[in-house]
């Protein structure tokens, strides 16, 4: 009996635990497909253009960290960052938005025939959703290639050194789908 528990109480916990600790951001991108994406050799990081940051999350620190963040990840990825004439602008941009779930707990049960019907049961329950958004432009033409974000529940980390990791964390997921940069012998910047 005791064998048994060890064999398969283990590793059912390792699964709810790891259930338990997943990633609470929801990240997705979408591209444009007539670009070939694997051109682009260099790049320049800035917050997005007209349009309104976040107090918390768009505050100059926090965009320090985006900003290291993308550096970080798009470096990683064989990009090359350069502040006059790069081939793709990526640009950030972050809000948190107000958000309300309604739940309903409809209180059928087996014994309803003896108690009678019940009524049902609402509930809310209020947070924030916060979103992450990167979107890369050509410089020569303007135009958007990619655009990716994550959003959902972020909660603030419990220590302050660990607010860049976290920033860190989202902006490589978020770029995860980005394809890396490609080595080109013929024309190098």
Known sequence: ??????????????????????????????????????QFKTFRVEAEKGM????????????????????????????????????????????VKDRQQIRSNNNYSPYWWWYGPMPNNYS???Y??????????QEETSRMVWQGWASGNVKAPSKKEDRGEVMLNIIADILRSFPQATLDTYSRK
């Open 52 to 95: 309104a940051q976040d107090p918390l999350l768009g505050s100059d620190l926090n965009k320090r960290r985006l900003t290291d963040a993308v550096t970080q990840v798009m470096e990683a990825k064989g990009y090359k960052m350069v502040e006059r004439d790069p081939d793709i602008v990526v640009r950030y941009m972050t809000d």
């Open 1 to 38: 009996m005791k064998n048994r528990i060890v064999k398969w109480g283990l590793p059912i916990l390792t699964i709810v635990f790891l259930a338990g600790c997943s990633k609470s951001l929801q990240v997705s991108y979408d591209y444009d497909s007539s670009v070939n994406l694997r």
């Open 124 to 126: 809310t329950y209020n």
């Open 128 to 137: 924030q959703e916060s979103r992450f958004i990167l979107n890369i432009y």
